[in-house]
């Protein structure tokens, strides 16, 4: 079978099983199976396809008619112009993150940073800070050693690894130690309740660990916020990923201990980021 044939195959699979984009989609297995751009997709396109390569094509569309995520299939997802290998361990990196990230690079252009990134998943907060700031040092924690693996292996796909360090820690139970000018954290913020009535393609193979938020979905706010003035430098900034209606919430939990808060929206022009400066002189708890 030659390119064209198979990638006519693969958008027809895709339309027939309702998945959505599925031009864009066929495109992207396509390519990615046959590590060629889109531009050779077209110069090529009467090329054989080697059958080793055309079964594990087919594999991934029957993958992909299951609702599995094309980026569990393809092992990679871009993440701030970037590659970061993803696994069933880790939540996929999305768009709405790079919000948070930017925001972050913006507050330290050419001034280095000590950042502590909780709930690191895949890395990719902690690495892309560590890539776009040659000066940032970063630390980061997750309750799954999987997932962990997984990040130490991103840190060294993109050179970062002698600045980027990760650990494992529970953050509900666990101790948090160090001094730092950043804290960064996109925590699990999906209510618990919430979980069964989202798309099959995240409830069935992202990792729950990664989505459940508690009862309010607030409950891993709660405890950093607590935590975070205790381990800030002054002016120290704490940074967080929000879900769609959390923004004010989470902005009422942090100012006892924070000024200067802000609000980021996403392309969306929803709430995504909710961003404060450490209170001077304030007294600290830690629980």
Not at 115 to 124: M, P, V
Not at 221 to 248: C, M
């Amino acid at each position: 079978m030659v390119i064209r044939e198979l990638l006519q195959f693969v958008i027809e699979e895709f339309k027939n099983g309702g998945i959505e984009n599925a031009i864009f989609e066929a495109h992207l297995l396509v390519r990615g199976v046959l590590c060629k751009s889109s531009l050779d997709i077209v110069l090529c396109k009467e090329d054989d396809v080697p059958k080793e390569k055309e079964n594990v094509i087919m594999e991934g569309v029957r993958r992909r008619l299951k609702h599995e995520p094309l980026q569990y299939i393809l092992g990679s997802q871009e993440f701030m112009s970037l590659s970061f290998k993803v696994t069933p361990d880790v939540l996929i990196p999305r768009a709405d993150t790079e919000v948070l990230v930017e925001h972050i690079i913006s507050k330290y252009v050419n001034q280095g940073m000590l950042a502590l990134d909780i709930g690191t998943g895949s890395g990719c907060i902690g690495i892309s800070l560590a890539v776009y700031n040659k000066n940032a040092y970063v630390r980061g924690l997750d309750i799954s050693e999987k997932a962990l693996c997984v990040a130490r292996e991103n840190a060294k796909m993109h050179l970062v690894h002698d600045r980027v360090s990760f650990e494992l820690c529970d953050v509900l139970k666990d101790s948090i130690w160090g001094r730092y000018d950043v804290i960064v954290s996109n925590p699990p913020y999906i209510e618990t309740d919430a979980i069964l009535s989202l798309g099959k393609n995240v409830k069935d193979f992202e990792p729950v660990l990664a989505l459940d938020g508690g009862a309010d979905g607030l409950k891993f706010y709660r405890r950093i916020i607590s935590a975070a003035p205790k381990l800030l430098n002054d002016s120290g900034i704490l940074a967080f990923e929000v879900g769609h209606t959390q923004a004010q919430k989470v902005a009422q939990m942090m100012d006892e201990s924070f000024d200067n808060i802000e609000f980021v929206k996403d392309l969306c022009g929803i709430e995504r980021v909710v961003c404060g400066v450490k209170k001077p002189g304030h007294i600290y708890r830690l629980t």
